[in-house]
């Protein structure tokens, strides 16, 4: 597995935590980490990207980019 797949399922793994479906995203009283609506949604996006990068047959200079500024977000450490 190339290291881009690997960081990216180790990313979507850790992205997977936050999905609480039993609760209101909306209502931060029942979220499991409370996050806001738009903090909820990013992560959404993020875990399906994450996860399809972790699969991809190709990916290109874009795609590492965004991997690279998705793992800050999260405060993964940098690459070296």
């Not at 209502?27 to 993020?46: F, G």
Request: charged fraction near 25%; include cysteine.
């Amino acid at each position: 597995m190339s290291r881009f797949r690997r960081d990216a399922a180790v990313l979507a793994a850790y992205l997977a935590q936050f999905e609480n479906t039993e609760s209101n995203c909306t209502d931060p009283h029942t979220a499991a980490t409370a996050l806001t609506p738009e903090e909820h949604h990013q992560r959404r996006r993020d875990y399906a990207d994450s996860l399809a990068w972790a699969t991809a047959k190709q990916i290109n200079n874009e795609d590492i980019a965004a991997l690279t500024q998705m793992r800050q977000r999260y405060g993964f450490p940098p690459q070296s």
